[in-house]
């Protein structure tokens, strides 16, 4: 059964780039999607992207300016990055899986709490 | 982008109560729509995909059906298990985007 793991630093500057790591276990990170979306406290869910495990990129068109998503399928990890981040971006960041033939969101990781602050 | 029209945002209901959360697409996203449910602290669960198709292992009081660009997830008799917050999200084309979210709360 496929897990999903998000890791990085719970607490960023501001104006700082925000990093994150999804590694992947119990199954390939090959022919899928990986996807990041988010939750500020108390809010809805927020897409952020999609990388194919080729490297084929699509962003939040209001994020976009911002991130960076990368794939490193030797280490079945992906990776976020955005960068100048304000009070705004503090959020539950969650990594999750699409499929080609099965393109909802499954399985999520648990989420990790990102803050920003100085 | 297409716009996902959740409602209610918040409903309150008891236990055996039969539950119809609407979520209606901007535009046509033909049936491809997912529900997921949340409690609190926890990762989204997916319920339903292809609108009405049930994910393995989802009790079958769950069910979800689409009338055009309208979709709704009804939960016929609301056990305890079930008060949480429910989303949908369409992945007919990028950008993915998901509805406001639906509370339901113990009444």
């Known amino acids: 059964q496929v897990h999903l793991q998000e890791s990085g630093p719970g607490l960023v500057k501001p104006s700082e780039t925000l990093s994150l790591t999804c590694t992947v276990s119990g199954g390939s990170i090959r022919r899928y999607y990986w996807s990041w979306i988010r939750q500020p406290p108390g809010k809805g869910l927020e897409w952020i992207g999609s990388i194919y495990y080729s490297g084929t990129t699509n962003y939040s068109p209001s994020l976009k300016s911002r991130v960076t998503l990368s794939v490193d399928a030797s280490k079945d990890q992906f990776s976020l990055r955005l960068r100048s981040v304000t009070a705004a971006d503090t959020a539950v960041y969650y990594c999750?899986?699409?499929?080609?033939?099965?393109?909802?969101?499954?399985?999520w990781g648990q989420g990790t709490l990102v803050t920003v602050s100085s | 982008d297409i716009q996902m029209t959740q409602s209610p945002s918040t409903l309150s209901s008891s236990v055996g109560d039969r539950v119809t959360i609407t979520c209606r697409a901007s535009?046509?996203?033909?049936?491809?729509l997912a529900w997921y449910q949340q409690k609190p602290g926890k990762a989204p669960k997916l319920l339903i995909y292809t609108a009405s198709t049930l994910e393995s292992g989802v009790p079958s009081r769950f069910s979800g059906s689409r009338s055009g660009t309208e979709f709704t997830l009804t939960i016929s008799s609301l056990q305890p298990d079930d008060f949480a917050t429910y989303y949908c999200q369409q992945y007919n084309s990028f950008p993915l985007t998901f509805g406001g979210g639906t509370k339901v709360e113990i009444k």
């Open positions: 535009q046509s996203i033909s049936s491809w």
């Open positions: 999750a899986r699409t499929g080609l033939t099965t393109p909802w969101l499954d399985p």
